[in-house]
């Protein structure tokens, strides 16, 4: 009787891993909204362009990094990606989980979720036809001010998350903008993907909140006042 019990457990187990979505993303940057240089773009793209930039999800978390940060050997593109650290996001409890480091390797727990405001405005984006959201992301250094984003989210595919911070909508993210100048798209998906379970996915580091992280941040830019 036991034997069967546990071979229940383990089918259960491999079910609900098999049950992992990937989706790949690219990412480029546009001339600057501001000063229209191209300085950054011209530095950043060739690598994105050799990068893979992709969201794992099941029912619980979703996983967002990119094969050279995987493979350990992050660049530019994957800083300004925000893939530079893999982002790991909790779907019930609403909050983020990803490495920072100081004078040491911190894991950040926080909860800034952007607050969004669904348009009536729809495109076909990538095979699906989506949505447009507008939102607010609070700045970490200071709550007063704020980045606005913009998302195009494909209902047809029932998934609260998307590439980077760009989560909480009734529907995957397939298409989004970051301060007018940096850009994810929606490549391909592939379900049923096995690379990670991502439960068992843990960040290393000793364990910090939103207002630590933020404290940390103006320090360090203090330094270089």
């Known amino acids: 009787m036991m034997r069967l019990v546990v071979i229940i457990s383990l089918l259960i187990g491999m079910n609900t891993f098999a049950q992992t979505t990937k989706a790949v993303y690219s990412f480029k940057i546009e001339k600057s909204p501001v000063t229209g240089s191209t300085s950054l773009a011209d530095q950043a793209n060739p690598l994105a362009e050799e990068n893979e930039f992709f969201l794992l999800f099941d029912t619980k978390y979703s996983y967002y990094s990119s094969e050279k940060t995987e493979s350990r050997r ?127 996915i843990k960040m290393k580091g000793t364990v910090i909140n939103q207002q630590e992280y933020a404290d940390m941040l103006n320090e360090e830019n203090e330094k270089w006042k």
């Open 74 to 200: 992050p660049d530019l593109s994957d800083a300004l990606a925000g893939s530079y650290y893999p982002v790991k996001y909790n779907f019930q409890e609403r909050k983020f989980e990803y490495n920072a480091e100081f004078d040491k390797l911190y894991c950040v727990k926080e909860g800034n979720i952007p607050e969004w405001e669904v348009t009536a405005e729809t495109k076909n984006i990538s095979g699906y036809e989506c949505v447009k959201a507008i939102g607010k992301l609070k700045n970490v250094n200071n709550p007063d001010k704020h980045t606005i984003i913009e998302a195009w989210f494909a209902p047809e595919l029932p998934y609260r998350t998307g590439p980077n911070m760009f989560v909480n909508l009734p529907g995957l993210v397939v298409y989004a903008v970051d301060r007018n100048q940096y850009i994810y798209k929606l490549e391909r998906i592939k379900f049923n993907d096995n690379n990670k379970d991502l439960n068992n």
